[in-house]
């Protein structure tokens, strides 16, 4: 059965901390895996990986993804308030209509 | 471009009235879904469509019907509507292509009473 785990549930930080955040997936004919922020509306699309040990950048996220150990970590540096949010972690196989499987989330908050 | 528009943002229903989710996107996208967010929860995948005239059941799609007669149109119908039913409710799309992502609409936040 597919399926995806994110950790932590949840995770409340100082602005200027650095954060990390995993998810550990399994997938059928695993293509791409991707990353989703959501502040109390819809996602909005972060990073997508596809090939391991490729870093994604984005400012102060970055984004790496390993298919041997089937996992993916979000880092973001030097936080600020407007990173809380929740970070959705969502692979996607190439099963009829490809198919995203998205994670419960992290539960990102970050303290002035 | 307007992307995916979803309408209404908020709706109450009685449990056993019907309504239909409305959902449109002017990307030309072939790939539709429609997901609910429980809270706490993530999305999960009610129905999608691969192209006009063709759709097939996600992982929750009891209570729900879809249709897809236009490329651009994908409504979610709720027939005899359930408090189990009270979600938020996202339709997304996404254009043919293995490394493509989805790009979802602001959300109807369903209430059942």
């Known amino acids: 059965e597919d399926k995806v785990v994110q950790s932590p549930l949840s995770l409340v930080v100082h602005e200027g901390d650095t954060v990390t955040l995993n998810c550990s997936y399994e997938?059928?004919?695993?293509?791409?895996l991707l990353w989703y922020k959501q502040e109390k509306k819809a996602p909005t699309f972060l990073f997508m990986l596809?090939?391991?040990?490729i870093e994604k950048k984005s400012g102060r996220l970055s984004s790496i993804l390993d298919k041997k150990e089937l996992f993916s970590i979000l880092n973001i540096t030097a936080t600020q308030t407007g990173d809380s949010a929740i970070y959705l972690c969502?692979?996607?196989?190439?099963?009829?209509?490809?198919?995203?499987?998205f994670g419960t989330g992290t539960s990102l908050t970050v303290i002035p | 471009n307007a992307g995916v528009t979803q309408t209404p943002k908020f709706r109450i229903l009685k449990i056993g009235q019907s309504m239909t989710l409305q959902c449109t996107q002017d990307m030309n996208h072939n790939y539709m879904y429609w997901y609910r967010q429980d809270p706490g929860m993530g999305l999960k995948l009610i129905y999608y469509?691969?192209?006009?005239?063709?759709?097939d059941k996600g992982e929750v799609p009891n209570g729900y019907n879809v249709s897809r007669s236009t490329t651009e149109d994908f409504p979610l119908r709720l027939e005899l509507a359930a408090p189990s039913q009270t979600s938020v409710y996202f339709c997304?799309?996404?254009?043919?292509?293995?490394?493509?992502?989805?790009?979802f609409g602001p959300g109807t936040r369903l209430t059942v009473l």
């Open positions: 596809t090939s391991s040990g």
């Open positions: 469509s691969v192209g006009a005239g063709i759709t």
């Open positions: 969502a692979p996607r196989g190439s099963l009829a209509g490809n198919q995203f499987y």
């Open positions: 997938v059928t004919n695993f293509r791409s």
């Open positions: 997304a799309s996404r254009v043919l292509g293995s490394y493509n992502e989805q790009f």
